[in-house]
C-alpha cells in the first residue's frame, strides 16, 4: 500500500508556470513507474506524463516539450514542471503509481486525490 498526496496546483495566467509534487507515504524505489494523469469535466481521464524506475520518461504529444516529469527517490517525490501553460490545460491533475504487490508480479494502480490546475487566457 501507500498514499500518494499531490500540491502546487493553482490558478495561473496563460503562459504561467506551476510544478507539481506528489508525495508518497514510503520509498518509491521499485515503483514500476509513476505518472500524472489529467481529467477535465466531461472528459476522460488522460495521461499526461510516466516516467519508469529506469527514468525513461513519455508525454503526451499535448504537453511535449512543455511539461518536464522527474522523481526524486530520496524525497519519495515526484514533480511535473509546467510551463508555457494553456486554458486547455485546464483539469484535475492526479499522480499515479504502478507498484508489483506479490512475488507473483502481479501490478496495482494507487492513485492520489487530485490538485486543481486552472489557466486563465
Known amino acids: 500500500q501507500v498514499q500518494l498526496v499531490e500540491s502546487g496546483g493553482g490558478s495561473v495566467q496563460t503562459g504561467g508556470s506551476l510544478r507539481l509534487s506528489c508525495a508518497a507515504s514510503r520509498s518509491i524505489f521499485g515503483f514500476d513507474a509513476m505518472g500524472w494523469y489529467r481529467q477535465s469535466p466531461g472528459k476522460q481521464r488522460e495521461l499526461v506524463a510516466r516516467i519508469t524506475s529506469g527514468d525513461s520518461t513519455h508525454y503526451a504529444d499535448s504537453v511535449l516539450g512543455r511539461f518536464t516529469i522527474s522523481r526524486d527517490n530520496d524525497q519519495n517525490t515526484m514533480y511535473l514542471q509546467m510551463n508555457s501553460l494553456k486554458p486547455e490545460d485546464t483539469a484535475v491533475y492526479y499522480c499515479?503509481?504502478?507498484?508489483?504487490?506479490?512475488?507473483?508480479?502481479?501490478?496495482?494502480?494507487?492513485w492520489g486525490k487530485g490538485t486543481q490546475v486552472t489557466v486563465s487566457s
Open positions: 499515479n503509481a504502478v507498484i508489483t504487490v506479490n512475488v507473483e508480479g502481479v501490478k496495482r494502480d494507487f
